[in-house]
């Protein structure tokens, strides 16, 4: 079954900062891969999303990624925080588009990141 | 602009009782999902619809049942609430696979 790890449960980092949120993925050959984002008291928005081709995905809000299929990783960055950028954020893996089993997404257990200013 | 609308957005209930969360999506999704989100526990998929007519279990669909009224509409009904089911719960839509899902803001749930 596919499953999604955030190893880090909550993250600090000072306005002006870089960022990094790891993602590890454990699936089939051909996953599809998410970032959300969710502020307090709010749904989650889609920040990008991987399916193919360029292994390196920009996003909004300035945000990117990259899809590493020797490492399962696909890990958020953004080169300088913003304190609005304060929320949790979730990684989630989709079916392997091959194989079909419909459009379920598995959603890591999230990145808390607090931006000291 | 409305995106995925669901209701209510709070709601306590005593163990025992039931109650129906309603969700429905206004971009011609031909998928609908319900989650719930835990602390530590990330979002898990209770049950989903492909298309409409009809509806799968997903990770944890104990306790719960669905009904995929028509392509817009997908309510989640707990028919005897229970402490563990504290929780927020949240609907989703998407269009075929691979595509976006778009959440709506979440219904809080506490059954006392």
């Known amino acids: 079954a596919q499953s999604v790890t955030q190893p880090d449960i909550h993250i600090t980092v000072s306005e002006g900062a870089s960022l990094e949120l790891r993602c590890n993925y454990s699936?089939?050959?051909?996953?599809?891969l998410f970032w959300y984002v969710q502020s307090p008291g709010q749904g989650l928005q889609l920040l990008l999303k991987y399916f193919s081709g360029d292994t390196l995905v920009q996003g909004i809000k300035g945000f990117e990624a990259e899809f590493k299929r020797s490492q399962s990783s696909f890990n958020l960055r953004k080169p300088s925080v913003h304190w609005s950028d304060a929320a949790e954020y979730f990684c989630a893996v989709g079916p392997d588009i091959l194989t079909g089993g419909g459009n379920k997404l598995t959603f890591g257990t999230g990145t808390q990141l607090k931006v000291e200013l | 602009n409305a995106g995925v609308t669901q209701t209510p957005k709070f709601q306590v209930l005593k163990t025992g009782q039931s109650m129906t969360l309603q969700c429905a999506q206004d971009m011609n999704h031909n998928s609908m999902y319900w989650y719930r989100q835990d602390p530590g526990m990330g979002l898990r998929l209770i049950y989903y619809?492909?298309?409409?007519?009809?509806?799968d279990k997903g990770e944890v669909p104990n306790g719960y049942n669905v009904s995929r009224l028509n392509k817009r509409e997908f309510s989640l009904r707990l028919e005897s609430a229970a402490p563990s089911q504290t929780s927020v719960y949240f609907c989703a839509s998407s269009e075929e696979k691979g595509n976006t899902i778009y959440f709506g803001e979440g219904s809080w749930l506490t059954v006392v």
């Open positions: 699936y089939g050959a051909t996953p599809y």
């Open positions: 619809s492909a298309s409409e007519g009809t509806t």
